[in-house]
């Protein structure tokens, strides 16, 4: 099984990425989204909060798409920045404190139920963001599944100890492993040096032949080994690369194997009160 993610962003966050873009990030997602329904692939889409206020006639597209299930991708992609930074440092929590994260949850869940009339279940983090409340809070509004960092060996969702499940991306991600826009050899090079970035992946980046190469075998390795893959594919770094030539390579491939959305990698014994009681049961048994 494949599970195939993107993230979408509003406009207004000018990210890197959108800077170096001629077009929205959301015009981007609907190209890719023409791709997806002529492959047949299924896409969980998270996308932020903002997008269903600022860009609703896009994100429509999205939503009304048979081939897309909606997730949530935090409010505004933790802006304003510097105060997420305080977070950090004084609380240890970069999402910001309890009560500030439940209102982002809670605004991003109702904002999209309110314009798609659907709750969602599924969640990541912007930049898989995920910190020391984040378990409790998805919980407690009714999110069953999380997919926030990349763990290569972890194949399946994993429950936490307030019953979410988390679930990272097992295949090597394209966004902070690709050369692209802002991203130059130059660039990444001071950027490793700064922060000693890596993931399970490694710190390396590549063009984006050779990362298309990288994702294909570790999707057929998954395929032969009898395990699920979980990968992240951002439409606006598709776009950015090649316009879509090689997510077009990828494409080929996920759509001549299952594909599902995230939302069925929930495991049906999943967090209800119900499900908490009978695990504490039996520790206690
Ligand atoms: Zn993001």
């Not at 996308?47 to 429509?60: I, K, N, P, S, Y």
């Not at 500030?100 to 309110?114: H, P």
Request: glycine share 4%; with cysteine; aromatic share 12%.
């Amino acid at each position: 099984m494949i599970y195939l993610s993107a993230d979408i962003h509003h406009a207004s966050l000018h990210t890197g990425n959108q800077q170096h873009c001629d077009i929205s990030e959301l015009n981007t997602a609907k190209l890719f989204l023409k791709r997806i329904e002529q492959a047949q692939v299924k896409l969980t889409c998270f996308v932020t909060g903002r997008c269903f206020l600022e860009e609703w006639a896009d994100t429509q597209v999205l939503c009304q798409s048979d081939w897309v299930d909606i997730g949530g991708h935090t409010w505004s992609g933790f802006t304003p920045q510097i105060w997420h930074r305080i977070c950090n440092k004084l609380l240890a929590s970069y999402n910001g404190p309890y009560w500030y994260q439940y209102l982002d949850t809670l605004s991003t869940i109702k904002i999209i139920e309110s314009k798609t009339g659907k709750r969602i279940t599924c969640w990541r983090n912007h930049m898989y963001m995920h910190g020391p409340h984040t378990d409790k809070i998805l919980s407690h509004l009714g999110i069953k599944l999380c997919s926030d960092g990349v763990k290569r060996d972890n194949f399946q969702p994993l429950p936490s100890k307030y019953g979410v499940y988390n679930y990272p991306i097992n295949i090597i991600p394209d966004h902070e492993h690709l050369y692209h826009a802002e991203r130059s050899p130059q660039w990444v090079e001071h950027w490793q040096k700064r922060y000693s970035w890596s993931d399970d992946f490694g710190s390396e980046s590549y063009y984006i032949q050779e990362w298309t190469e990288l994702v294909l075998h570790q999707l057929k390795t998954c395929e032969a080994q009898g395990r699920d893959a979980n990968i992240l594919i951002h439409p606006i770094t598709m776009y950015l690369c090649d316009k879509f030539q090689c997510f077009d390579k990828i494409l080929d491939y996920i759509s001549t194997r299952e594909t599902a959305w995230l939302c069925e990698a929930i495991p049906a014994s999943q967090s209800s009160p119900a499900y908490i009681k009978d695990t504490e049961d039996t520790s206690h048994a």
